[in-house]
């Protein structure tokens, strides 16, 4: 799960990072009284999004009057801000953080990420901070800087200290860094997040260490045991086929494709994903009704699929051990009515009372093309997939 720029700064804060003074914002009026709060001359206007990268899409404004800031309000609210993390469609500005502006003297790049060979958590950084890590990479490779932590110990000030000595930051400025550097890694480990991402993390002209924005992505599988963390999500920022899936215990995840596919079991739906694509056409989505699937769960999973409006073919590939194949025909069946589905629908049937599915089907009266393997199905659905397109 992502969370807001905000959101993120406020929980820095608590583990000692330096933040820039800011509030919140859902209008321009808002806007402009969060300056006079803040008092000062300069303010920054930042759209709160789940995406980096806003800078460069207008969403990140500094304003040196009230007239300004307002301006700057309304050209983001209400607007679906496109940048290359995005994708096209672009995600909607219905926030905004206002803060006091910062003089920077220098950008830095501070993340923690797990990487997964290593089973550790890695610090990465570069004193060529400000550009996203990809360019970092492609442009000074030689200045990113790698740390890996030791889990049994944490992050020790001194491990935090060779990094800001490596950073080639001024000795005046090397305690601020060790209290960054450890407040960071005491954030991700007591919250579980999987990332944390400070770009810039800025020297300010007075020698203070600020971070000036902030990413932070926790572990979903860890959030039953962070309540205040689990309730920072917005739904607005994610994608709503996911969302709708989520929400009812399905394991989906939206792809680009045309194809949807409700599987048992997470092997099977890769492999499913796969054989669709060999046989020539793009799957819409990977899903996981789970074992002992009941027929509602079944038409809940031809919901999450049809949710997608791309979708324009349906394969369904069960391979039943848990499971029973009666269940899933039956959930079929009460999809296809309900649903009053008209586009091409597949389904394999495999295991545990198959011969019952096969007959619910068969009996139905219902235009459901059958397939006895894995391979058949796929190739029915990209070839019925293609028939309606081109009819
Ligand atoms: P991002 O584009 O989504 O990564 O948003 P950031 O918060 O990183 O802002 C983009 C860039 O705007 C930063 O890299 C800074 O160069 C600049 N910026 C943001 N806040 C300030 C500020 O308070 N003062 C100054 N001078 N520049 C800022
Ligand atoms: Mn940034």
């Given at each position: 799960m992502d969370i807001h720029e905000y959101q993120a700064k406020e929980l820095l804060k608590r583990f000692g990072v330096n933040v820039p003074r800011g509030g919140i914002a859902y209008s321009p009026e808002q806007a402009v009284y969060r300056c006079s709060e803040l008092s000062g001359d300069k303010w920054v206007v930042k759209a709160q999004i789940h995406s980096g990268a806003r800078g460069k899409a207008g969403g990140v404004r500094i304003c040196a009057t009230e007239e300004e800031v307002a301006d700057a309000a309304t050209w983001m609210l209400g607007r679906k801000l496109v940048t290359?993390?995005?994708?096209?469609q672009g995600k909607l500005v219905s926030r905004l953080y206002i803060e006091e502006a910062t003089s920077i003297a220098q950008e830095i790049y501070l993340a923690f990420v797990m990487d997964r060979k290593l089973e550790r958590v890695v610090v990465v950084a570069s004193a060529?901070?400000?550009?996203e890590i990809e360019e970092i990479s492609e442009k000074?490779?030689?200045?990113i800087i790698r740390s890996v932590v030791d889990p049994a110990v944490g992050m020790q000030a001194f491990q935090a200290r060779e990094i800001a000595f490596s950073l080639g930051l001024d000795a005046a400025l090397i305690n601020q860094a060790v209290k960054t550097i450890t407040g960071c890694y005491r954030l991700m480990e007591e919250t579980d997040a999987n990332m944390v991402e400070i770009n810039p993390l800025v020297v300010t002209s007075s020698g203070e260490i600020v971070a000036l924005d902030a990413k932070l992505s926790f572990d979903d599988n860890a959030l039953f045991r962070h309540p205040g963390i689990s309730e920072?999500?917005?739904?607005?920022?994610?994608d709503p086929r996911e969302t709708y899936a989520e929400d009812r215990g399905l394991n989906y995840i939206g792809l680009e494709g045309r194809i949807g596919c409700i599987v048992n079991g997470a092997g099977l739906a890769m492999a499913t994903l796969d054989m669709i694509k060999q046989a020539g056409g793009e799957p819409a989505n990977f899903l996981d009704v789970g074992g002992g699937a009941s027929p509602e769960r079944v038409l809940m999973s031809f919901k999450a699929v049809l949710n997608?409006?791309?979708?324009e073919a349906i394969l369904v590939n069960i391979f039943a051990g848990i499971n029973r194949c009666d269940w899933i025909a039956e959930g079929v069946i009460r999809a296809v009515r309900e649903l009053e589905l008209t586009m091409p629908l597949v389904v394999r049937l495999s295991g545990t009372n198959v011969e019952e599915g096969r007959k619910l089907l068969a009996d139905s009266g219902l235009n459901i093309i059958t397939a006895d393997t894995l391979a058949e199905a796929a190739d029915k659905v990209v070839e019925a997939w293609k028939a309606a397109r081109d009819a």
């Amino acid at each position: 799960m992502d969370i807001h720029e905000y959101q993120a700064k406020e929980l820095l804060k608590r583990f000692g990072v330096n933040v820039p003074r800011g509030g919140i914002a859902y209008s321009p009026e808002q806007a402009v009284y969060r300056c006079s709060e803040l008092s000062g001359d300069k303010w920054v206007v930042k759209a709160q999004i789940h995406s980096g990268a806003r800078g460069k899409a207008g969403g990140v404004r500094i304003c040196a009057t009230e007239e300004e800031v307002a301006d700057a309000a309304t050209w983001m609210l209400g607007r679906k801000l496109v940048t290359h993390q995005t994708g096209p469609q672009g995600k909607l500005v219905s926030r905004l953080y206002i803060e006091e502006a910062t003089s920077i003297a220098q950008e830095i790049y501070l993340a923690f990420v797990m990487d997964r060979k290593l089973e550790r958590v890695v610090v990465v950084a570069s004193a060529q901070g400000g550009m996203e890590i990809e360019e970092i990479s492609e442009k000074e490779p030689e200045s990113i800087i790698r740390s890996v932590v030791d889990p049994a110990v944490g992050m020790q000030a001194f491990q935090a200290r060779e990094i800001a000595f490596s950073l080639g930051l001024d000795a005046a400025l090397i305690n601020q860094a060790v209290k960054t550097i450890t407040g960071c890694y005491r954030l991700m480990e007591e919250t579980d997040a999987n990332m944390v991402e400070i770009n810039p993390l800025v020297v300010t002209s007075s020698g203070e260490i600020v971070a000036l924005d902030a990413k932070l992505s926790f572990d979903d599988n860890a959030l039953f045991r962070h309540p205040g963390i689990s309730e920072l999500r917005d739904k607005s920022q994610e994608d709503p086929r996911e969302t709708y899936a989520e929400d009812r215990g399905l394991n989906y995840i939206g792809l680009e494709g045309r194809i949807g596919c409700i599987v048992n079991g997470a092997g099977l739906a890769m492999a499913t994903l796969d054989m669709i694509k060999q046989a020539g056409g793009e799957p819409a989505n990977f899903l996981d009704v789970g074992g002992g699937a009941s027929p509602e769960r079944v038409l809940m999973s031809f919901k999450a699929v049809l949710n997608d409006k791309n979708v324009e073919a349906i394969l369904v590939n069960i391979f039943a051990g848990i499971n029973r194949c009666d269940w899933i025909a039956e959930g079929v069946i009460r999809a296809v009515r309900e649903l009053e589905l008209t586009m091409p629908l597949v389904v394999r049937l495999s295991g545990t009372n198959v011969e019952e599915g096969r007959k619910l089907l068969a009996d139905s009266g219902l235009n459901i093309i059958t397939a006895d393997t894995l391979a058949e199905a796929a190739d029915k659905v990209v070839e019925a997939w293609k028939a309606a397109r081109d009819a």
